[in-house]
């Protein structure tokens, strides 16, 4: 192996460690976490209802990342949630394996406001397996998104949406009926991770994910100080 490549692995490795240190640190207020969660910045995760499963990846950059309310939150397997997203539950939202917020995506089951005096709509989020939110789009409380949907950027989501399907626009309509290749199981695509089998057999093999230890790590000293 030649010494750029080392020094490139080297450096991911230390950046997953970094990153693993803070997702034990920025989720210890959740009520279950599964293996190998990842932070990068400094979420607000207090959410007192929240399970989480393995593999989950949350940014907070430019804004900050918000998971909070006290309703039943359930979020799967593979889960990203990026920069500046908003996911608040007073009821419950469940977000399936292999979802992607995008940034500064708005998820509520609340209206939190009656209309016209009258009290105001709570109504349970369901997002679908392999679904990708795309940036800005807000989903609204009652709705329902199926599996591999694609929400495009800046949608205003207010009423269900069937699997595989593209919806655009405020209020989201379907634009077109999505296909995807054979065993793809997810709406979005990265380099590492996707779990496609025709994307697996083709990925790169992530060195440093099996060697970090798994339990342990303790939060890195600057956050508690
Ligand atoms: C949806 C998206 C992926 C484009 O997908 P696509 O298959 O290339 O779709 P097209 O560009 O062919 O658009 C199909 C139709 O939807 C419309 N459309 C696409 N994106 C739209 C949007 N964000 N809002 C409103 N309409 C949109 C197009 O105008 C087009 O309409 P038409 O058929 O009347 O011309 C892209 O527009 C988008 O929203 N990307 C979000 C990216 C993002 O948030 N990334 C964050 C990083 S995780």
Known sequence: MDLERRRIEAKWIAAEY???ARGRWFL???KAVGRKAIVLGSPTVDATDLEVGDDFKVWSGHRTTLISGWGRMRIGDRVFINCGSVVISVLEITIGDDVALANEVYVM???SHGVEGRPH???PVRIGDGTWV???AMILPGVTIGKRVVVAAGAVV???VPDDSLVAGNPAR???????????RRAWHDEFGCPCPKLVAADPVVPSVELLPPDGLAPPEELTA
């Open 18 to 20: 970094r990153q693993r």
């Open 28 to 30: 210890r207020k959740v």
């Open 109 to 111: 089951d609340s209206n």
């Open 121 to 123: 709509v709570e109504a």
């Open 134 to 136: 795309g940036a800005r």
């Open 158 to 160: 207010t009423r269900d």
């Open 174 to 184: 379907v634009v077109r009926t999505l296909e995807y290749p054979p065993g793809c």
